[in-house]
Every structure is written in C-alpha cells, then in structure tokens.
C-alpha cells in the first residue's frame, strides 16, 4: 500500500515560512488526491487544505489559511507540497497529510482518507 512521509516541519519565529513536504513510497499519488490536515494540543484535528487527484489540481483551502498557505503537487516526485508564509503561533500543530482515490475530494476533506502520514511538527513562536 502506499505510505506516506510527512517532512519539513520545525520551529520558526511569528511571520516566518515552511514548506512541508508530502512523499509517497509504494505506490503513486497521481490517482489519488491528497489534503493537509493540523491538530493542536487540546484541538481536534482540523482540514487545511486538499488538491484533487491526476493534473487538474483543484485545491480547497480552510479559511483560515488560504491567504497564507498554498498546495501544490509534483506528480513526477510523487510527492505534495504545503506551503505555509505569515505563519503565527495558532498555527503551531502536528501536520499530517493524507490521501484518498476520488475525482473530488469531498469526503477527503471531510477527513476521510486511505492513507495517513505519521505527521510533522510545526512550532510557531511569538
């Protein structure tokens, strides 16, 4: 089955950027759409952002961040892309990504998906 690998994760200052990488091993993400999700301490896990699956690469963004992040994919890498600017402690949280097979990513978005990434650490500091 295909595993993914959360990277890209660490301690930035308020204001600062990370990018976060999403890398699939056993298989290929190019059939299967793909979403970012965070959960902080004491907070349920929360929908960040998703990209639909093959090369349309429809993306849906929380709220939250769509004026500060941005997904991407690069199908040939097999992997996908979180990029993440104007970061501020709120968005301190582990992010996991996940993926699911689907034209749409509804369900995914939704929270749920086939596979799930072990997650990465994200510290934003005042």
């Known amino acids: 089955q295909v595993q993914l690998v959360e990277s890209g994760g660490g301690s930035v200052q308020f204001g600062g950027s990370l990018r976060l990488s999403c890398a699939a091993s056993g298989g290929t993400l190019n059939g299967l759409g793909v979403g970012w999700f965070r959960q902080a301490p004491g907070k349920e896990r929360e929908f960040i952002s998703s990209?639909?699956?093959?090369?349309?690469?429809?993306?849906h963004y929380a709220d939250s961040v769509e004026a500060r992040f941005t997904i991407s994919r690069d199908n040939r890498k097999n992997t996908v892309y979180l990029q993440m600017n104007s970061l501020t402690p709120e968005d301190t949280a582990v992010y996991y990504c996940a993926a699911s097979a689907g034209l749409s990513t509804h369900n995914l978005r939704r929270g749920s998906a086939a596979f799930w990434g072990q997650g990465t650490q994200v510290s934003v500091s005042s």
């Open positions: 990209i639909t699956a093959g090369n349309s690469f429809t993306t």
